[in-house]
């Protein structure tokens, strides 16, 4: 069983930053996949950045340039530095695991979900 905590979110003016956190508990292993998901009133959730157990990549098109994904296992923890925040990016944001290797953006490859963090950008 793994257990994820958001933390990081707030409230910010366009153009501002803010770091998401994500920690982790239970059976964890470096090589797990790790994303970040978002979801904001009235729309579907969506793939924002995720990070394989090789430590690769990927972002949505939306957010690339402004955020960056990264793990630091030692903390067991996941982070996300959005820069340059816009009002669509306002939505809750979840941090989500799973015990495969390879990144991916698709929620239902992801068996672990926090209880997330909102994100609010104001212009």
């Known amino acids: 069983q793994v257990q994820l905590v958001e933390s990081g979110g707030g409230s910010v003016q366009a153009g501002g930053s803010l770091r998401l956190s994500c920690a982790t508990f239970?059976?964890?292993?470096?090589?797990?996949?790790m994303a970040w998901f978002r979801q904001a009133p009235g729309k579907e959730r969506e793939g924002v950045a995720a990070?394989?157990?090789?430590?690769?990549?990927t972002y949505a098109n939306s957010v690339k340039g402004r955020f960056t994904i990264s793990r630091d296992n030692a903390k067991n923890t996941l982070y996300l530095q959005m820069n340059s925040l816009k009002p669509e990016d306002t939505a809750m944001y979840y941090c989500?695991?799973?015990?495969?290797?390879?990144?991916?953006?698709?929620?239902?490859?992801?068996?672990?979900w926090g209880q997330g963090t909102q994100v609010t950008v104001s212009s």
């Open positions: 990070i394989g157990g090789d430590g690769r990549t």
């Open positions: 989500a695991s799973d015990y495969a290797t390879k990144a991916s953006l698709r929620d239902e490859e992801y068996m672990y």
């Open positions: 239970g059976i964890t292993y470096d090589n797990d996949r």
